[in-house]
T-cell receptor, first 115, second 116 residues
Framework: AQKITQTQPGMFVQEKEAVTLDCTYD???????LFWYKQPSSGEMIFLIY??????QNATEGRYSLNFQKARKSANLVISASQLGDSAMYFC????????????FGTGTSLTVIP | DGGITQSPKYLFRKEGQNVTLSCEQN?????MYWYRQDPGQGLRLIYY???????QKGDIAEGYSVSREKKESFPLTVTSAQKNPTAFYLC???????????????FGEGSRLTVL
């Protein structure tokens, strides 16, 4: 079974609107971390936001927030007030056990912001 | 500035040749990783290392080799045994996470390998 599933290969959003990128995960470990990365066309991976499995509140970092629904095993990324520079690939990832050796990545969602 | 440096950024290889991709970090991170990314796909783990002189195979280690002689360095060799080496390669490092620390991956800018 896939550890991380991103079901939206491509998404479009109007500039200044909000957009939600979906991510579901699969683990039986009670301790895990969830991460979102942005990959522009240049290729580097940029860390955006983190949610630990024991965190009581949803994580927020500027225009990024994470809609963490533990029972549903979902960790959706919400980008508010989209900007043209947000056009990129977005990857959801999970680390099982906080000190685990492996990060599991989804297949990514390509986001295009329309002027 | 602290970070991860990968070189070369672009590399062309003839079939049958071994090539080595360099990865250096000055973040004082214990763990280092090599990932492969193919077009339209996510990242797949090739090798990782938690400490000097120790490393483990990831999901797609066949045809690749690594060394970890120094904490700062984790070079990847793509050997002639790798049947389809054309891809984008990303090196990363991290601290060990715990309940109070994220332990996120820090990435280099990547190396794009093309086999001619």
């Amino acid at each position: 079974a896939q550890k991380i599933t991103q079901t939206q290969p491509g998404m479009f959003v109007q500039e200044k609107e909000a957009v939600t990128l979906d991510c579901t995960y699969d683990t039986s470990d009670p301790s895990y971390g969830l991460f979102w990365y942005k990959q522009p066309s240049s290729g580097e991976m940029i860390f955006l936001i983190y949610q630990g499995s024991y965190d009581q509140q949803n994580a927020t970092e500027g225009r990024y927030s994470l809609n963490f629904q533990k029972a549903r095993k979902s960790a959706n990324l919400v980008i508010s007030a989209s900007q043209l520079g947000d056009s990129a690939m977005y990857f959801c990832a999970m680390r099982e056990g906080f000190a685990g050796n492996q990060f599991y990545f989804g297949t990514g969602t390509s986001l295009t912001v329309i002027p | 500035d602290g970070g991860i440096t990968q070189s070369p950024k672009y590399l062309f290889r003839k079939e049958g040749q071994n090539v080595t991709l360099s990865c250096e970090q000055n973040l004082n991170h214990d763990a280092m990783y090599w990932y492969r990314q193919d077009p339209g796909q996510g990242l797949r783990l090739i090798y990782y290392s938690q400490i000097v002189n120790d490393f483990q195979k990831g999901d797609i280690a066949e045809g690749y080799s690594v060394s970890r002689e120094k904490k700062e360095s984790f070079p990847l060799t793509v050997t002639s045994a790798q049947k389809n080496p054309t891809a984008f390669y990303l090196c990363a490092s991290s601290i060990f996470g715990d309940r109070g620390r994220r332990g996120e991956l820090f990435f280099g800018e990547g190396s794009r390998l093309t086999v001619l």
